[in-house]
């Protein structure tokens, strides 16, 4: 079976071909080329039969990488979960026999004092001199608008009509 590439170009031509007539006669000069054309689609549909088959399969390797990538960051979570209780629990040991620092031949761990933070009980009403208001203004294009005037016929600077396309 030829590429999708080759029948594309061979229907091209084909189809060219329908153009093509005899001058004095005006009858096709490949009087044939409705045959080749009814072949050429025929080996089109099978070609896409095959494209088809192809995508389903490509299909059930990325339902299975997903189904594996969501097992491995459970696993990883997992892990991660467990270090940090094992630090944890190292640090804990740390504080209660008060010491900072614990070298040993093949590790030192140390208690870092991390910079102050505030803890703010939730639900607390605050006096007015420890809040910030903050205002955001965010413009945002309506493109909505712009596509209806545009499809009406209006010229907006800066802005035009796409159309993409997609195999369903």
Do not use: H, W
Not at 29 to 44: G, K, Q, R, T, W
Not at 99 to 105: F, G, Q, S
Not at 161 to 168: A, D, H, N, V
Request: proline fraction near 3%; aromatic fraction near 4%; include cysteine.
């Amino acid at each position: 079976m030829s590429s999708l590439f080759s029948l594309t170009s061979d229907a091209l031509s084909l189809y060219r071909q329908l153009t093509e007539v005899d001058p004095d006669t005006g009858e096709l000069l490949s009087p044939d080329v409705f045959d080749l054309i009814v072949a050429n689609n025929a080996e089109i549909e099978a070609k896409c039969d095959s494209y088809a088959n192809v995508k389903k399969m490509i299909d059930g390797d990325i339902s299975v990488l997903d189904t594996e990538i969501k097992r491995l960051q459970a696993i990883k979570a997992v892990r991660v979960n467990s270090k940090d209780k094992l630090m944890q629990s190292l640090q804990d040991a740390m504080l209660a026999i008060e010491r900072d620092e614990i070298k040993t031949a093949l590790n030192t761990f140390k208690i870092a004092k991390n910079r102050y933070s505030v803890d703010i009980v939730p639900q607390t009403e605050l006096p007015g001199e420890y809040t910030n208001t903050t205002t955001t203004i965010k413009v945002t294009p309506d493109k909505t608008k712009i596509k209806n005037e545009l499809l009406e016929g209006k010229s907006i600077e800066g802005c035009s009509l796409k159309r993409s396309f997609s195999i369903t």
